[in-house]
């Protein structure tokens, strides 16, 4: 992974650091018996669409940029 992070575009490698929050809540839920709250839900979701929004708007000035 560190490999990875140092060679490739963090466009690239960001989304796979933010499957993490996806196995620890799994990890939580199968392994300690952690209750899934309102809390994790709203908090995953705000998280992933503040990255797909950033992504985008990213996206939307490298087009601009390019003559």
């Known amino acids: 992974m ?10 690239v490698t960001q989304p796979v650091t933010f499957l993490q929050l996806l196995w620890a809540t799994l990890v ?8 899934l709250d309102g809390f994790v839900i709203l908090g995953g979701v705000l998280i992933m669409a503040s ?16 003559p």
């Open 51 to 66: 990255v797909i929004y950033i992504t985008w708007r990213e996206a939307q000035k490298a087009k601009v940029s390019k």
């Open 28 to 35: 939580g839920l199968l392994l300690f018996n952690e209750p």
């Open 2 to 11: 560190t490999f990875a992070f140092r060679e490739a575009p963090v466009t």
